[in-house]
Structures are given as structure tokens and as C-alpha cells.
């Protein structure tokens, strides 16, 4: 939201000019008639100074006072400044779901599919202030997560629908987006399908939309859990190789779609690209980092 214009002090400003030209006025009718005998002696030198001093020492009084109320005025600004610095420290704001737990594993409102389906996902892995909350989220952080991580903050109706599709099972590629080096670097499962992004909701996410409301929500998410980190990624310039025409990628949406942040992988194209990842570990010397899933 833009910042609100601060409220102008116009009557102090007005006040005081008038309050100076009457003490002039003042004045200047109270030394004439002193000055009328012009004479040494009847002039009392010291008097009329001090006279001066005080005159001058009890209008100054009330413009001082406006002063205050003008800073005054301005001070309740300052709280605000300070919690958009401790905002800025904040770290990505994660789903606004109150319990994990309640939320079901499946939705009978997403079509059902045979088999694993693959997917490609986007995160930001280096700081970037958003709203003031850091949206940074790397595949580090998602393997630190103790429970289900709700992929929030998708404001795109094709990811959004993509993720509509997800079921609880389906794997995704974890795409590092808007950085240094961008490319896949791991996987993770879909372990709860689509539910509703309750961040959108929320004036301080970095993502709020006040077009969604509770009554008639607008964006979801899904949740998902690490898999494997590559020892190696897959840099979206070698990528782009593979997709030229006659490459193994040449259809992927990754590359089609290049903007959109939720994008569907086909098989041939999954297969494809974790043997690439388990050649470029070995040719490494390297192993990937893997967690595996806990079935019932």
C-alpha cells in the first residue's frame, strides 16, 4: 500500500505571522507616547529596555508552543519506520495453514491420474525483499523443514491450475530461480494436493491479494517434502542446449513457458534428466543428498 500523506499543520503556520505583526503593533502604540517629551531625562534608557525585553520575551511564548504540536504531529510516523525495518529481516513467509495436520492428503476436487506425474517447480534461493518479508527459499531450507512445506505465494493461473493437477505422490523437479546460477538442483514429492493459499489473505505476506477473500478464495497451494538434492545441478544453460530443436527437451515447458513458475514435465523428460544429474555426480566424484519418503 502506498504511504499515507501526512496531515499539513496549516493553522500553526497561519497563527504565527499574526500573532507577530499584533506584538509590533503592540509595541509600537505603547513607545509612542513615552517618546513625545524628547528630552535626556525623561527617557529612562534602561526601563524601556527592559520593558523591550519583556514585551518581546511574552508574545514569543505561544508561537514556541505550535511548534511541538507540529512534531508531535509527525512522531506516531516513526513505530511505522520501525516495523518496516523489522519486517525487512523477516524470513519467507510460510502457508497460514493453523494445522498441518488437518489438512487432507487428497482433494476429491483434483482429477485423479494413473502413475506418478512430474512437475518442475520455482524457488528464489537468495534474499529479495518482497512486502517487506525476505522470499528467499532454497532447497536447503526445504530440506530443514520438519513438516510438510505449503508452496504459497503462486499468483499465476496456469501455475496455479498446474498445481490443481498434482497429486499426492507426484514428484517435482526444485527449480533455483532469479539467482546467480539458476537451474534444477533436487527433487521433492507432492505429499498433501491442493488446498487453499491462505497468505493471499494476508496484508503482511509478501504475496497479499485483497481480491481473495475467504468467501471466494482465488489461489492454492500444495505441500510438499525434500527428496534429493543433486550433487550437481542441471544449469538452465545446459538446459537450453538440450532444447533445441531435435534435443531430449525440445517440447519442455520449462523452456516453452519460460515465465511460468509451476510448469508440468513429462516422463521421458523426468528419466532423462536424473540420469543426466546421476552422470554429472559420478563424473564428479560426488553423491546426491537423499531422504527417502515414509510410507504408512
Not at 63 to 82: G, I, L, V, W
Not at 105 to 128: C, F, S
Not at 208 to 220: L, V
Request: hydrophobic share 30%; glycine share 4%.
Amino acid at each position: 500500500m502506498p504511504p499515507r500523506k501526512r496531515s499539513v499543520p496549516e493553522a500553526s503556520e497561519e497563527v504565527a505571522p499574526k500573532r507577530r505583526s499584533l506584538r509590533k503593533a503592540a509595541s509600537k502604540t505603547q513607545s509612542e507616547p513615552e517618546a513625545a517629551p524628547v528630552t535626556k531625562t525623561n527617557i529612562p534608557k534602561k526601563p524601556a529596555k527592559a520593558a523591550a525585553q519583556k514585551q518581546e520575551k511574552e508574545p514569543k511564548s505561544s508561537p514556541k508552543q505550535q511548534k511541538p504540536a507540529a512534531k508531535e504531529a509527525a512522531k506516531p510516523k516513526k513505530p511505522a519506520k520501525k516495523q518496516e525495518s523489522d519486517a525487512s529481516i523477516d524470513t519467507r513467509a510460510g502457508s497460514e495453514d493453523p494445522d498441518i495436520d488437518s489438512i487432507p492428503t487428497t482433494n476429491p476436487d483434483a482429477p485423479r491420474h494413473d502413475g506418478q506425474w512430474y512437475w518442475l517447480m520455482k524457488a528464489e534461493p537468495e534474499t529479495r525483499i518482497e512486502n517487506g518479508v525476505d522470499v528467499k527459499f532454497s532447497i536447503d531450507d526445504l530440506r530443514a523443514k520438519t513438516e510438510p512445506e505449503g508452496w504459497d505465494g503462486i499468483r499465476a493461473y496456469a501455475a496455479r491450475n498446474n498445481m490443481r493437477k498434482m497429486n499426492a505422490g507426484d514428484l517435482a523437479f526444485f527449480y533455483a530461480s532469479n539467482c546467480k546460477e539458476p537451474g534444477i538442483v533436487g527433487i521433492m514429492e507432492i505429499v498433501k494436493e491442493f488446498s487453499e493459499d491462505r497468505s493471499a489473505r494476508k496484508p503482511s505476506a509478501p504475496y497479499y491479494d485483497p481480491k481473495s477473500t475467504k468467501e471466494k478464495p482465488i489461489w492454492d497451494l500444495v505441500h510438499v517434502e525434500f527428496r534429493k538434492k543433486f550433487a550437481v545441478q542441471i544449469g538452465l544453460k545446459e538446459l537450453k542446449e538440450l532444447g533445441k530443436a531435435g534435443g531430449p527437451l525440445e517440447t519442455m515447458q520449462l523452456l516453452k513457458q519460460s515465465r511460468l513458475s509451476v510448469s508440468q514435465v513429462s516422463g521421458d523428460e523426468f528419466k532423462f534428466l536424473c540420469e543426466l544429474a546421476d552422470k554429472k555426480a559420478k563424473d564428479a566424484g560426488l553423491e546426491h543428498e537423499e531422504v527417502l519418503a515414509e510410507r504408512d
